[in-house]
């Protein structure tokens, strides 16, 4: 395995939950990790309350942007060693899938763009899908990447999806 690891997070949109995590590992991650998001259809703009919790959390909210996963299919784009889709199953998106040979798993969210309610119900929703995504995050980060072979760590990291 290498020393510096590359990792996409996946949406339809690319406007909250796949911010929210591109956020949260480049704080965690580094030196180690760089970790870009993406969407097969990518909303356009960042949603507000994406950017408050990440600012909430004490992070850069600076450079962020929906955009197409075909921006990370060109040449000379970094390779990716990790990708996952954080789209929720459940609510019945439609999670894309990443071809070539990256480690893949699929870490289900529910989308708190898509509640209706009172502000400090959609507050509380970007606020519970970032906390879920910092707990992964920081399993994944945890696990020790150098010792494990290519199928014990797709094992590892498939389970973290289930917590």
Not at 95 to 120: E, F, I, K, N, S
Not at 129 to 152: G, K, V, W
Request: aromatic share 10%; hydrophobic share 40%.
């Amino acid at each position: 395995m290498p020393t510096h690891y590359n990792v996409m997070f996946l949406c339809t949109g690319n406007s909250a939950r796949s911010i929210m995590a591109e956020a949260i590992m480049n704080r965690k991650g580094r030196p180690n990790f760089t970790a870009y998001s993406a969407g097969s259809h990518p909303a356009g703009f960042v949603r507000p309350e994406a950017l408050k919790q990440i600012a909430a959390a004490g992070l850069s909210t600076e450079g962020f942007s929906s955009k197409s996963w075909d921006e990370f299919a060109k040449p000379g784009t970094p390779p990716l060693h990790f990708v996952f889709t954080v789209c929720d199953n459940a609510a019945k998106e439609v999670c894309p899938v990443w071809p070539g040979q990256p480690l893949t798993a699929h870490w289900g969210v529910p989308d708190p763009a898509a509640v209706v309610g009172t502000p400090q119900e959609i507050e509380r929703s970007f606020r519970d899908a970032f906390s879920i995504l910092d707990r992964r995050i920081s399993l994944f980060l945890s696990l020790p990447l150098a010792t494990l072979d290519q199928l014990a760590l797709q094992k590892e990291i498939d389970q973290i999806g289930h917590q």
